[in-house]
């Protein structure tokens, strides 16, 4: 029973990694604002340029929010800090007086891995879209139905389960701290 229990200890840990690690702002923009640029998928040229251009901005926002993270120092404020997570630690650095140990916040392997299939997981979400489709690529819906309900799962089942080899510890921006830094992390 002590490992049904951590496989779906596990499972539901990958699931909520999953849902951390793709921006729901930068996906509630694209759903927001995607009917709109595509012109409800009748689009022009322009619309077609601006829907890329969404597309790619939310792309490199699901990027850059996987080097995010997020801290509360010990100095008795309850005041979060927001940094970027660099080689040496972490951008902004700490204040002097502050005893957080930044190197403990350096970029890692799994960061990058992060951060890309996080753009994989945005991509299948923004590209497969309706209104994308229909504006994008609209011959694509009718010749390729098998590949469009296939896809999503697939990258959702693969992107989990490197979620899961590759569990991250940070907290992005729209995800506080949970617990008060002491010098680690």
Not at 28 to 43: D, V, Y
Not at 85 to 95: D, V, Y
Not at 125 to 147: H, Q
Request: hydrophobic share 40%; with cysteine.
């Amino acid at each position: 029973m002590a490992s049904t229990t951590t496989i779906k200890d596990k499972t539901l840990t990958g699931v909520g990694n999953l849902i951390k690690l793709l921006p729901t702002g930068t996906v509630f923009a694209f759903q927001f604002l995607n009917p709109i640029l595509t012109n409800s998928g009748h689009c022009t040229t322009l619309n077609k340029y601006l829907s890329s251009a969404l597309i790619a901005l939310c792309g490199l926002s699901c990027f850059f929010s996987s080097f995010t993270d997020s801290y509360q120092d010990d100095d008795g404020s309850t005041t979060t800090h927001y940094v970027i997570a660099t080689k040496n630690g972490f951008w902004p650095p700490p204040p002097p007086s502050s005893a957080v140990d930044a190197s403990k916040y350096r970029l890692r392997v799994g960061d990058f891995v992060h951060a890309v299939f996080t753009v994989v997981v945005f991509a299948a979400v923004a590209l497969l879209d309706d209104n994308t489709v229909e504006c994008l690529y609209p011959g694509f819906e009718s010749n390729e139905k098998v590949l469009m309900m296939a896809m999503p799962p697939v990258i959702g089942v693969v992107s989990g389960s490197v979620f899961m080899v590759f569990p991250t510890t940070r907290h992005g921006i729209g995800y506080p701290s949970t617990t008060t830094v002491k010098g680690n992390k």
